[in-house]
């Protein structure tokens, strides 16, 4: 059974930083594109950042210089590393991957097959 993990998620102040991991296990990612998607309160689900199966990265225009995606194909592990955040990054942040080998990065949530179950991120004024 295939599984998506994230952590790192919490509370902190603006203008702060979180790191979230995302821990896949089930089967190997390493051809995979993974991404990063959040939701707030009321609103629908956001693309973030993704990052294709060669490591190329992607990012919401609104997230760029600010957040980084990568990942360790050792660990079948992607991160995020989020600086400088803001309100209105406050969120419910999903990891989520793609079942295609040597699949490219996607804006789309409906072309990922994988989603974990969310790690929550609160950014305090």
């Known amino acids: 059974q295939v599984q998506l993990v994230e952590s790192g998620g919490g509370l902190v102040q603006a203008g702060g930083s979180l790191r979230l991991s995302c821990v896949a296990s089930?089967?190997?990612?390493?051809?995979?594109?993974m991404g990063w998607f959040r939701q707030a309160p009321e609103k629908e689900r956001e693309f973030v950042a993704t990052?294709?199966?060669?490591?190329?990265?992607v990012y919401a225009d609104s997230m760029k210089g600010r957040f980084t995606i990568s990942r360790d194909t050792t660990k079948n592990t992607v991160y995020l590393q989020m600086n400088s955040l803001k309100p209105e990054d406050t969120a419910v942040y999903y990891c989520?991957?793609?079942?295609?080998?040597?699949?490219?990065?996607?804006?789309?949530?409906?072309?990922?097959?994988?989603w974990g179950q969310g790690t929550r991120v609160t950014v305090s004024s």
């Open positions: 990052i294709s199966w060669s490591g190329s990265p």
């Open positions: 989520a991957a793609r079942s295609a080998q040597y699949s490219t990065a996607s804006y789309y949530p409906w072309e990922y097959d994988y």
């Open positions: 089930g089967r190997t990612f390493l051809r995979n594109a």
